[in-house]
């Protein structure tokens, strides 16, 4: 297949450099010190064990060069998908696919979706309808990121932990490029599932992440810090009650308990979160699609977020003061 990765940045180039070891016909889309470091010497992956593989494949910033794709894999934070989803247009033809790999809220949750909010658009995850203007849902399958990466320096990205991802049909069918698309990441070494509940993993997944990264961005704290803490804990629990009664109104059964939730958090220990890396290093966070889109949800429903919006508002000033 045809493969682009948009954003070839730390989960986008160990995605690329996997993909491509495998044999699939891979393109980057990047900038910067890190595209002319990959130009020049290949992208260089770390993996775990310290095995170290370089990949010689095409890389570029200009989506007309890179030409129609069979799929699409948009690796970029999900603030930045608006203003690019004009551009993607570039990397269709009919049946192209395109792979959203984004953390928080999908915009493409209520698409189809039977209920009071069917075919309803999130504002703050895809403001004034631009990225399903330019990424139509029937291209759309979803994917949920469990691995960790970074880049060490431009043009070397180092495997930290994981290799699961999730990939669903919005509509729960098991087609064949679905099919297809995971015989391609498990030919990469990584362990695809299919499932036909992708809405729910994305509220299991955003359960953790809207209290977790937002309280660890303003403690500058790891995982295991904020669940010793009492108070911390009783924060990250009071929004996860928040974000509960918004996700059972929706139809949502968690099927855990929120203590379990958060002492599953405490044992992957001395972690930083995404956010907080992202405040560390001046740049903008995660922060409207993980937790502003969740306060949203919870104004249609009546629903109150208290706790969810005083700390959602906190983190953007955070982020307006940090962000170079």
């Given at each position: 297949m045809?493969?682009?990765i948009?954003?070839?940045?730390?989960i986008?180039?160990?995605?690329g450099a996997r993909l491509a070891?495998a044999?699939?016909d891979?393109?980057?889309?990047?900038?910067g010190?890190?595209?002319?470091a990959?130009?020049?010497h290949?992208?260089?992956?770390?993996?775990?064990?310290?095995r170290?593989?370089?990949?010689?494949?095409?890389?570029?910033?200009?989506?007309?060069e890179?030409g129609?794709q069979?799929v699409?894999i948009?690796?970029?934070?999900?603030g930045?998908l608006?203003?690019?989803a004009?551009?993607l247009?570039?990397?269709?033809?009919?049946?192209?696919s395109?792979?959203?790999a984004q953390?928080?809220f999908?915009?493409?949750y209520?698409h189809?979706l039977p209920?009071?909010?069917?075919n309803?658009r999130?504002?703050?995850?895809?403001?004034?309808?631009?990225?399903?203007e330019h990424?139509?849902?029937?291209r759309?399958?979803?994917c949920?990121?469990y691995p960790?990466a970074?880049?060490?320096?431009?043009?070397?990205?180092?495997?930290?932990?994981?290799?699961?991802?999730?990939?669903?049909?919005?509509?729960?069918?098991?087609?064949?490029?679905?099919?297809?698309?995971?015989e391609?990441?498990?030919?990469?070494?990584?362990?695809?599932?299919?499932?036909p509940r992708i809405?729910?993993?994305?509220w299991?997944?955003?359960?953790?992440n809207?209290?977790?990264?937002?309280?660890?961005?303003?403690?500058?704290?790891t995982?295991?810090d904020?669940c010793?803490?009492p108070?911390?804990r009783q924060l990250?629990?009071?929004m996860?009650e928040?974000?509960?009664?918004?996700?059972?109104?929706?139809?949502?059964?968690f099927?855990?308990?929120?203590?379990q939730?958060?002492?599953?958090?405490?044992?992957?220990?001395?972690?930083k979160?995404s956010?907080?890396?992202d405040?560390?290093?001046?740049?903008?966070?995660?922060v409207?699609?993980?937790?502003?889109?969740v306060a949203?949800?919870?104004?249609w429903?009546?629903?109150?977020?208290?706790?969810?919006d005083?700390?959602?508002?906190a983190?953007k000033?955070?982020?307006?003061?940090?962000?170079?």
């Open positions: 045809r493969i682009c948009v954003g070839a940045g730390a986008g180039g160990f995605l070891l044999g699939q891979v393109t980057l889309i990047a900038r010190a890190h595209l002319a990959i130009r020049e290949g992208l260089k992956l770390i993996e775990i064990d310290g170290e593989s370089v990949v010689k494949t095409r890389a570029t910033s200009e989506f007309e890179a129609p069979d699409v948009v690796a970029l934070k999900a930045s608006p203003a690019i004009p551009r247009r570039a990397l269709y033809h009919a049946e192209t395109v792979i959203t953390n928080g999908p915009w493409w209520f189809k209920g009071p909010f069917e309803r999130v504002e703050l995850v895809d403001p004034g309808g631009v990225i399903e990424i139509e849902p029937r759309v399958i979803g949920i990121v960790a970074d880049i060490d320096t431009p043009g070397v990205i180092r495997h930290v932990e994981g290799e699961r991802f999730s990939l669903g049909e919005l509509d729960g069918e098991k087609t064949e490029r679905v099919r297809i698309l995971r391609a990441l498990e030919a990469g070494g990584m362990k695809a599932k299919i499932t809405r729910w993993e994305t299991v997944k955003l359960w953790g809207l209290a977790f990264n937002p309280i660890s961005a303003l403690t500058r704290s995982l295991e904020i010793r803490y108070l911390t990250a629990r009071t996860m928040e974000a509960k009664a918004v996700a059972e109104r929706l139809g949502i059964d099927g855990i308990k929120i203590e939730r958060i002492d599953g958090a405490e044992k992957v220990g001395q972690h979160t956010m907080l890396q405040i560390e290093r001046g740049r903008p966070t995660e409207d699609a993980m937790v502003g889109a949203e949800l919870g104004r429903m009546d629903i109150p977020t208290p706790s969810i005083a700390v959602y508002a983190v000033l955070l982020e307006q003061r940090t962000t170079l």
